[in-house]
Structure formats: C-alpha cells, structure tokens
C-alpha cells in the first residue's frame, strides 16, 4: 500500500472523486446516487458480485459512459463533460474488464496504440519490456495468439507504460490463474507503493484487498459498506463476496 506524503493529521486530496452520480444504459438506471473519492496516492478497491454497478462507475470515472446526473471531478476540477480521450490524455488510464488488446495486432504494435497520449515509442517499449520481460520475445507475435496471462500483462504493460496518474482497473483477475493473478497484482502493487492513484473493481475481495487502502462494496448500484480493508472483513461476512 502507498504511503502519503502529506504531513501528519493533514487531510490527503482527492484525485477523483464522483459526486451523486446516477447512470445507467438507456432507460435503465445501474448506479444510484453514488459519490465516493481516492485520495491522491492510495489504492481504492470496489468489490461485489457481478451485476452489481462496479464496471458502470469506472466507466464512468473513465468517461466512456456519461452520467444521467452528477459530478466527476479529477485533480480538484469538474471533468464531466471530458471525453475519454481527453482524461487519458490528463493523466486517466483504464485497463478494462476483457483487457482491451486488440487480438490483431502484434505486441509491438498494441504497444505503439499509447502513443497516442505523447509518450514516445522508445519510452513505452523501455518501460513495457523492462516491467514484464515476457513480453520482450513476443514484440512481432499477435496478441491474439497469447496466454490470458500474457494478454493481461500487454494491457498493463501498455497503461504503465504511459506513466498515468490514476490506473483504472476492471477485474484483472478474470479468467485467469490463481498464479498469474499473484504476479500481475505484484506488478500493481509495486506501482501503489510508489504512488500511484488506483481504482480497481474485483468481484473476488481477498485478491484485491491486500493492496488496497480503502475499499467500498457495491451492491445494486448503492455503495452498501465503505472503509479500511480490515474493516471490510465484516462486510464481507454478509455479503456474496466470500471467496
């Protein structure tokens, strides 16, 4: 877990924040009136079962989803009408649930797509190899013909590599192995450590718990508990979360 630079009993910033968001898919409302905030340099996690609202509030937070009512905020100003190219470009970089490679195109060449926030090649490549040396051998192999594991590392390879101030990670654990999950949250959890700001949703609470400095369980579009991970133990007693 990240450590805060800011001076004892002095309040932390919010990087993020939601302020009474509703949202949802056509005439259907998923999220109800959620507001919730990271601080700058924390790990915050949202956990609960699928369904639920999770995905909906970081696509939200990343602004591939415009809210039915509501305030986002990023960095201490209103970012609600920025489009998701404009928060990636601020400094917002997502690794959504499904990893977002494009199958079709080689390592090299999904790397080559994070250029497109002003970080040169040699830089994403520097930064891509040296966190996940895997992927080296692989930079002509489509990513299509990876490993689930393998594939997860290029999407995070790729969202390091653009040196974001907020990671926003859906499900990292899907699909994959119990082993594979363990190396890729080291890899985040490095990155916490040093100060990165990070949203991350998990439907499995114990796997992101342990990087985590505050979490939230969200439960039919309502945040439902809210608070350390320690003392999310007793909210995960009952609810779905459990294993």
């Known amino acids: 877990m990240s450590e805060s630079a800011s001076p004892v009993g002095s309040p932390v910033p919010a990087i993020l924040e939601l302020r009474d968001i509703r949202a949802g898919y056509g005439p259907i409302e998923v999220v109800h009136g959620v507001s919730l905030e990271v601080a700058a340099g924390s790990v915050m996690a949202l956990l609960g079962p699928n369904g639920g609202g999770k995905t909906t509030m970081l696509n939200v937070c ?7 009512s509501g305030d986002v905020w990023f960095e201490g100003a209103v970012a609600t009408s920025a489009s998701a190219d404009d928060r990636a470009r601020k400094g917002i970089c997502t690794v959504p649930e499904g990893r977002g490679i494009f199958p079709n195109l080689t390592v090299r060449e999904n790397l080559l797509m994070a250029t497109q926030v ?4 040699d830089r994403i490549e520097d930064v891509a190899y040296s966190q996940f040396p895997q992927l080296s051998g692989r930079r002509k192999q489509m990513a299509g013909t990876l490993s689930g594991g393998e594939q997860q590392m290029l999407a ?4 390091f590599a653009t040196d974001p ?4 990670l859906d499900e990292l654990s899907m699909g994959l192995a119990p082993i594979v999950v363990g190396q890729l949250y080291d890899k985040v959890r490095e990155l916490a450590e040093a100060g990165l700001s990070i949203l991350l949703v998990e439907q499995f609470a114990r796997t992101a718990l342990p990087i985590a400095d505050s979490a939230a369980v969200v439960l039919q579009g309502v945040i439902a508990h809210r608070g350390t991970p320690a003392e999310m133990e007793a909210a ?5 979360l459990g294993s």
Request: glycine fraction near 8%; avoid cysteine; charged fraction near 10%.
């Open 118 to 121: 002003g970080i040169p090649m």
């Open 236 to 240: 995960l007693a009952t609810s779905y």
């Open 62 to 68: 990343s602004g591939t989803l415009s809210p039915y």
């Open 156 to 159: 995070l390879a790729r969202a």
């Open 165 to 168: 101030k907020l990671l926003l």
